[in-house]
């Protein structure tokens, strides 16, 4: 789209009325096409409305499909503003483009943008010759990729860390380990961990793959050192092996032990055992508990217990463990008082405690269940079993009909320091109180909940019990998001004192900050994010700091590490000033994104966007891109099976779990699948996030034992983690509702009638 000078005062026009042509014949139909994105052949028209209301011709609307994830409409929008934006947009339009196609894993076509930018003086030119050294490492060009990134060090005066462990990998895949290994460790202090660990696997996966397996194992050694990494030990030893270095099996023991859960680990077993290593007992036992493999693990953990050795006791336990998992209740109990006998101040003896009374209680033998918690609330009450036993007593009593005696073991439990488990005793004890007909002391203490300066799930709830919660659903809709940043500011600046720094730019004069902005320009992300982690570390105490930190990350468009800064910001507050919290303060640690794909998830299946944010900030504390380590992806955290399914009751022609990551899939397949669970369970929020988080099932076991009462249903929830879930995002609803419905605090729903 270059056109040559003309003296003539025509070429303007012409120029004008050729791009017309363009836009009419070629480029209007390219960008504004139907063309469907990967998952399916739906309609997205409704889906691309941020990005149809910003100008056509803006790279606006480019960014809003590019952050939205309709990458392939995003890349069709960037080339129209390239040709025919205005002038001072275009090059970024295109170096925009670039970066989209390498999400499009289409390197050879970033390349043909990137090398018309690469000439460029100045910072575009810069970009450029970065991104093109990225792209062509895709295309497996090294010489390329090299000449370029040397390109970018020479121009910057020596480039960061980040650019020399780049070429520090790509020296690697190159066959130059002596180089690759020595620049490596010249950069590896200056990097975040997080950048620190994927240069170490990157040197290591490129040395492995070259076959040069004396470098792999000194990285993947370097790894498992700096993330207890059981997969990348367990390729060191595999690699020792092949080379006949018999420390291979120091390396399989430690893989075995370190993390017995893992694929790593029972592949470590395996390999030692084809080779007649011996390995120890318990460790056999435990990683063959660990998957399943009951009969193996009974043996193992015979041995260590006929031996009498150090680990009797906790074979014992794991051996009671596996009787309960098999039904076999009597047997349970007797290993688990068993293991108590043996060692009572071992690393399990809690955990024996615990489980025995869960079983008695099971059984039905509940004075016995009794008796083994009042055991664990004097023995170890500084373990979390320990201080979870008096609450676990008095819910057995209120079960049981004994409120009064219920409401002394739940004062029992206020005694705990953590916060939340304090208001936990309070509520229930409170709540006993009701039963026993002591209302009087029941409302005293629910009063004193209420006014509380941290609003977490229970002291919400007595809010509720005090019949003071709210309607549910909202009565309106969400429209105002604005920040008054002006009632903010003031608000900050009272904070002075209290640990806060006078200067206002201070986190800005770190350099991780001048670092990060200089790699979020260049499109690389993931290393933009773990400097600006390491900025919000070092930061982390500073009341001041974290809210400018929090502005600059929202103002460049990174609401995950805006809404950290801000939590933590509210966390490190004194007591009185979270009493007195502007509701502009919650608004910036609860942030309304992905706000148009919200509303259009509301007009097709009736979910709340306020749901939907709480949902998202609890799964994924709204990174569009987080992993969890069991497979779940994007904000939602759908699990790949999942959205299989949820793409064929949505009709979708053609899925890639791999889309899950990008926003618009995540939030159709999320909203989808929490919408279900509302329609499933009549509405019921608990119950539905319960059935999102632990599967219906759960949640349905759970509802059939409650009998109708909203707190004995989070109790009776059998994982830890699907009770957790169900207290934070419940808790984050009554933080967004505050925020944005214009409430006088947080709050829950009212209960049903």
Known sequence: YHWPPRASKRAPFLMMFARLLMFAFVLAPLALSGTQPAVGSRDHQAQEAEGQQASPLGIDAARALRRNGYLQEAERRYVLVAALGPRSQRDRARLERAQVLLDLDRPA???????????????????????????MRQTGDLTGALAAIDAYIVATAGGNEHALATKAALLAEAGRPEEATALALTVLPGLPDESASRLALDLAQAFDRAGDAQNAIVWYAELAGRDDDASALLRAAELKQDIGDPTWTDDALRTAGMAPSSAAAADAVAMLDAAGVAVDSYVRGLVAYRHGDYATATGAFGVVVHSGGARAAEATFYLGAIAEDQGRAADAIALYSRSVELNAAGPLADDALWWKAFVLQQQGRIDEALDALAQLASGYPGTGFGQEAPFRRGYLLYGTGLPGDAAAAFG???????????????????????????????????????????????????????????????????DDTTIDWVTLDAW???????????????????????????????????????????????????????????????RLGLSNLSARAATRLLSVLPEEARAALPRAAVRLAYPVVYADLLHQLESRTGVDPLVMLALIRQESFYDPGARSFAGALGLTQVMPGTGQDVAGRLGWDSFDPADLVRPYVSVEAGGQYIFEQLRDFDGDLYH?????????????????????????????LPFAETRLYVRLVMTHLAHYRFAYEGLDRPALPSDPP
């Not at 806060?500 to 979020?520: H, I, M, N």
């Open 492 to 554: 900050v600046t009272s904070l002075e004192g209290s640990g806060s720094r006078r200067a206002l730019d201070s986190p800005f004069l770190d350099r991780s900050w001048a670092l990060g902005v200089e790699l979020l320009s260049t499109g690389l992300l993931e290393s933009a994010e773990a400097e600006f982690d390491d900025l919000l570390d070092r930061n982390r105490d500073d009341m001041r700091g974290l809210y400018h930190l929090a502005r600059a990350f929202q």
């Open 412 to 478: 029992a439990g206020a005694s705990v320091d953590d916060p939340e488990l304090r208001h936990r005793a309070l509520y229930w004890q409170a709540k006993a109180l009701a039963a026993a007909e002591d209302s009087a002391t029941s409302e005293t203490l629910l009063s004193e909940l209420a006014a509380e300066p941290t609003a977490d799930f229970y002291t919400l709830r007595a809010i509720v019990a005090l019949g003071e919660g709210v309607p549910w659903p909202p009565v309106r809709r969400i």
């Open 688 to 716: 539905a996030l319960a059935a999102y988080n632990g599967g219906p099932g759960t949640a349905a076991s759970a509802l059939a034992a409650a009998g109708g009462d909203l707190d004995v249903f989070v109790e009776e």
């Open 109 to 135: 076509d970033a390349l043909r943008v990137l090398d018309r930018l690469r000439p460029r003086p100045g910072v575009t030119g810069l970009r450029a010759t970065l991104l093109a050294a990225g792209a």
